[in-house]
C-alpha cells in the first residue's frame, strides 16, 4: 500500500513539471493525475471480480507489472496526452488491481477480530508512501529531470511484484485428484450464481448507496486538493523545499491518524458510519479555512487539520465497507466503492482547475471543496440515522439474502467437502 496509495495520489511535484514541460492550463494538466486516480477507483468495479475470480497472486503481480510499464514508457512522452493515457489510464489500471488484492488479501488471512485493526494498519501504507514520495520526486526531479526520473519511479513500482507473489490466503486444504475436480465444479458454480445476486443485492441497499455517494464527494475533494497542492502554497508566496515540507508533514499527520478509525470502530456503542462523517467535517473545516490563512506556521496548523481528516477518510473505505457488506462480498463491494468514488474523482480536479483558470486565483477552488465535504458529511449522518432508525444490520441481511438466492440456483454445496460438516449458508449474524 506505500507504493500503490502512495504515488498515484502525490504526484503534485509532477503536476508544476508538467505545467512547465507542455504549457497546458491547470485543468488540462491535472488530467493526469486526475484520470491516473479515476482510473484506481472506477477499474475497482472490474478488478473486484477479477480478484475473486483468479485470486490476489496472480492480479497482483500483473498490477505491478501493468503499473510499472506504464510510467516507464512515460520517459519518452511527447505530449500531455500521452501522459493521460499511459499513466493516468494503464499505470491507474494496475494499482487498481494492487489496492484490491492488499485489501482483500488481509480479510482473508486474519479473524474477524483482527481484521478491522489489520486494514487499518494497511491503510497507513498510503501515508507513509505520501510522506516518502514528495520528497523522492523532488529529489529524482532535481537530479534527473522529471524524466528520469519517471524511469527510476517506475523501477520502485515494480517491487510490488514481489509483494503480489507473496499475497493470498494461507489456507490448508485437502489433496487429491478427486477433491480439486469437485472444488473446481463447486467453485465454478458458486461464482456463476452468486456474483450477479451479490451485485444486485447491494445496489438495493441504502445504507451502502449513501456511503458510496458520501464517500465519492469526500474524496473527490480531498484528492482535487492534492493535485494543486505544491502550486497552491507556491502561490502564496513559499519556496519549493518548503511546500514539499509542509506535504510531508502532512502525510505524517495522515498515517499517524489512520490507525485511529480502526481502534474506534472496536467499540460497539459507535455507529461505523458516524466516523467518516466526522472526518469529512473536520476537512471542511480545513479546507474552508486554508484560503485564509497567511504565514507558514498557521498554514501548517490546518494543513494538519486536513491530514487528520484525509487518514480517517481513507482509513474507513475498507473498513466501513467490511463492515456493511461483509466478507464474502468484500471483493465486490469495495469494487463498488472504488467506482464510484473514480468517477467523481476523475471530475474533481478538473472541476478545481477549471475555477483557478476562470478566477486566477485558487480560493473558489479550494472552498468548492469544502462544500463538497459537508454534503458528503450530512450524507453519512443520514446513512447512519436511516441504518440506526430501521433497526437491522445491513451485513446480514446481505449476506443471508445472496446466499439463500445462490443456495436456490445450485444444490451442489460445500457439505460434500471432506472439512465441512454441514451446509454453510453464510449468515453473518
Known amino acids: 500500500m506505500m507504493i500503490t496509495g502512495g504515488f498515484p495520489f502525490n504526484m503534485s511535484v509532477l503536476f508544476v513539471e508538467f505545467l512547465n514541460a507542455f504549457g497546458k492550463s491547470k485543468a488540462e494538466t491535472s488530467l493526469v493525475q486526475s484520470v491516473c486516480t479515476g482510473v484506481f477507483f472506477i477499474g475497482g468495479l472490474i478488478t473486484g471480480g477479477l480478484v475473486t475470480k483468479f485470486g490476489t497472486k496472480i492480479c497482483g503481480c500483473f498490477g505491478a507489472m501493468l503499473s ?3 510510467i516507464a514508457v ?18 491507474g489500471a494496475g494499482f487498481s488491481l494492487n489496492v484490491i488484492c492488499a485489501s482483500t488479501s488481509v480479510s482473508q488471512n486474519f479473524s474477524p477480530k483482527e481484521r478491522i485493526l489489520a486494514l487499518a494498519f494497511v491503510s497507513s501504507g498510503s501515508g507513509i508512501g505520501g510522506l516518502s514520495f514528495p520528497l523522492l520526486l523532488q529529489y529524482f526531479i532535481d537530479s534527473f529531470g522529471w524524466r528520469g526520473c519517471l524511469l527510476v519511479i517506475s523501477g520502485i513500482v515494480l517491487n510490488q511484484l514481489a509483494c503480489g507473489l507473496m499475497s493470498g490466503p494461507d489456507l490448508k486444504r485437502p489433496k487429491g485428484p478427486k477433491l480439486q475436480q469437485i472444488m473446481t465444479d463447486t467453485n465454478e458454480t458458486e461464482d456463476s450464481n452468486t456474483t450477479l445476486s451479490r451485485l444486485k443485492a447491494l445496489l438495493k441497499n ?20 492534492l493535485v494543486f497542492f505544491v502550486d497552491f502554497f507556491e502561490q502564496k508566496g513559499f519556496d519549493r523545499t518548503s511546500v514539499v515540507w509542509l506535504y510531508s508533514g502532512m502525510n505524517i499527520v495522515s498515517t499517524i491518524f489512520r490507525f485511529v478509525p480502526g481502534l474506534i470502530a472496536h467499540s460497539p456503542k459507535i455507529p461505523k458510519l458516524a466516523i467518516p462523517a466526522m472526518y469529512a467535517f473536520l476537512g471542511c473545516i480545513s479546507l474552508s479555512l486554508l484560503p485564509f490563512m497567511t504565514s507558514y506556521s498557521l498554514n501548517a496548523v490546518v494543513i494538519a487539520l486536513y491530514g487528520i481528516a484525509l487518514g480517517g477518510v481513507v482509513t474507513v473505505i475498507s473498513i466501513t465497507t467490511l463492515e456493511l457488506v461483509g466478507e464474502k462480498t468484500y471483493p465486490t463491494g469495495l469494487g463498488i466503492v472504488l467506482a464510484a468514488s473514480g468517477i467523481a474523482n476523475t471530475a474533481g480536479a478538473p472541476i478545481a482547475g477549471y475555477f483557478r483558470d476562470i478566477s486566477g486565483s485558487y480560493t473558489y477552488s479550494v472552498l468548492s471543496g469544502a462544500g463538497a465535504t459537508l454534503l458528503a458529511s450530512f450524507i453519512f449522518t443520514w446513512a447512519m440515522i436511516y441504518q440506526r432508525r430501521h433497526g437491522d444490520d445491513p451485513r446480514s441481511r446481505f449476506n443471508m439474502e445472496i446466499d439463500v438466492q445462490a443456495r436456490r440456483k445450485s444444490r451442489r454445496r460445500s457439505s460434500i467437502l471432506p472439512w465441512r460438516k454441514s451446509v454453510d449458508l453464510g449468515f453473518a449474524l
Not at 82 to 89: A, D, E, R, S, Y
Not at 206 to 225: D, H, I, W
Open 68 to 70: 510499472a510499464t506504464g
Open 74 to 91: 512515460c520517459f519518452i512522452a511527447p505530449n500531455l496526452e500521452f501522459l493521460i493515457i499511459f499513466m493516468g489510464v494503464m499505470s
Open 206 to 225: 441504502s445504507v451502502f448507496l449513501g456511503f458510496c455517494l458520501a464517500l465519492s464527494l469526500a474524496l473527490a475533494a480531498f484528492n482535487g486538493f
